[in-house]
């Protein structure tokens, strides 16, 4: 049975690729969402933008960097060193730091499949038609709800 059986739920908020990164900050948090998908103008899925990715873009480069500095106590609470990052979210673009390695699921894709990809993803999955446009994004949660219904549990 294909996935179309399972509710897809259309994403709270659909960004622009050049969206800027403080925009969709600001968009998330009042939205109260981790995860958000990207499509270019013609509804295409480009890739998902989760706040992990934004907390990165807050950190040095010299403690991102391989072999870089593992411990930040030496700066002390660093509030002006993040707060002076997160005003340079605002020329980043949402594009930049988008998951676009992370697995697509096709409208018929069957339900065993999604359920691989969504045990081995930390964000809900993309659901995609043939033409590439972005339905809706499929949970672990929704999933689950609907296996368990199947059960008549």
Not at 109 to 126: C, F, G, M, R, Y
Request: net charge negative; proline share 7%; charged share 20%.
């Amino acid at each position: 049975m294909p996935i179309n059986a399972i509710p897809i739920f259309p994403p709270t908020v659909i960004l622009k690729p050049d969206d800027s990164l403080l925009d969709t900050l600001k968009l998330m948090l009042s939205k109260q969402i981790n995860h958000a998908p990207i499509c270019d103008g013609d509804g295409v899925f480009i890739g998902l933008i989760c706040t992990n990715a934004i907390l990165r873009a807050l950190i040095p480069a010299s403690a991102k960097a391989e072999g870089g500095l593992s411990d930040l106590k030496f700066v002390g609470d660093g509030i002006r060193l993040l707060s002076s990052h997160l005003r340079d979210l605002d020329r980043l673009k949402v594009v930049e730091f988008a998951n676009n390695d992370l697995p697509v699921l096709h409208e018929d894709s069957p339900i065993l499949e999604a359920t691989l990809k969504l045990a081995e993803s930390a964000a809900p999955l993309p659901v995609v038609g043939k033409d590439g446009k972005l339905l809706g994004v499929i949970s672990r949660r929704a999933l689950l709800a609907y296996l368990l219904a199947q059960q008549g549990n």
